[in-house]
């Protein structure tokens, strides 16, 4: 009762923010590589303070959770991987198993706005917070992915025309998105002769690295 009013209530987080993005890829449906041709990245940051360094905070952080949620796997011993001893030892502790975005994997088209008329009356200079909240939105170029896959998958290209063809059925797509994962997920005649599990459908099969 002693404390003064704005130390137990009021606004406990006066910096949320929000934004949008739109990624377009192409995948290689024989290898499984993919690419960012574009994106176009909204946020929310308030009033901003410097334009330049926010952008260059929302740059960074969409290529870390582009990365993160496409190439940086995280190996380690378990029933998956009895090869790794010992057990619960991390495999991926280096650039040479542990794969993270370089210059070559950055958007082709790569577009940053920040949202105009979004004041912050809440914090200091109408500021909100910028270095995080972007990370999140790099999975758009996951879900690209995944759409690619998709349409791959509905074209048909498997050589007995499976049950999974010509459908907007449901795949499980685990994320990062792994060239290994692309590459099986697609269904074609190679990858459906692996993993098909019966006749005319596909086994919910999970690339486990190829290390």
């Known amino acids: 009762?002693?404390?003064?009013e704005n130390s137990w209530k009021g606004h406990p987080f006066n910096y949320f923010t929000q934004g949008v993005a739109l990624a377009e890829v192409e995948i290689n449906v024989l290898t499984g590589d993919h690419k960012t041709i574009s994106a176009d990245v909204l946020v929310d940051v308030g009033s901003s303070i410097n334009p330049?360094?926010?952008?260059?905070?929302?740059?960074?952080?969409?290529?870390?959770?582009?990365?993160?949620s496409t190439i940086e796997e995280v190996v380690y011993a378990d029933?998956?991987?009895?090869?790794?001893?010992p057990r619960?030892?991390?495999?991926t502790t280096g650039p040479g198993t542990y794969k993270i975005p370089a210059f070559n994997d950055v958007p082709e088209k790569f577009n940053?706005?920040?949202?105009?008329?979004?004041d912050n009356p809440f914090a200091v200079h109408s500021s909100k917070a910028i270095g995080e909240p972007p990370f999140f939105l790099g999975c758009s170029v996951f879900f690209a992915i995944k759409d690619a896959v998709a349409s791959t998958?509905?074209?048909?290209?498997?050589?007995?025309n499976t049950a999974h063809n010509n459908s907007d059925e449901y795949f499980e797509f685990r994320m990062p998105a792994t060239s290994e994962r692309i590459r099986m997920a697609c269904g074609d005649t190679i990858s459906s002769e692996c993993i098909t599990a019966?006749?005319?459908?596909?086994?919910?099969?999970q690339p486990k690295g190829s290390f």
């Not at 009762?1 to 003064?4: A, K, M, R, T």
């Not at 330049?52 to 993160?68: K, S, V």
């Open 1 to 4: 009762s002693n404390l003064p």
């Open 52 to 68: 330049t360094i926010d952008i260059g905070q929302i740059e960074g952080a969409f290529i870390q959770g582009m990365g993160w």
């Open 79 to 85: 029933n998956d991987h009895t090869w790794i001893r």
């Open 88 to 91: 619960a030892k991390v495999f």
């Open 112 to 118: 940053i706005a920040l949202l105009e008329d979004a």
């Open 153 to 160: 998958r509905k074209e048909g290209l498997s050589k007995n």
């Open 198 to 205: 019966s006749a005319g459908e596909l086994a919910p099969f």
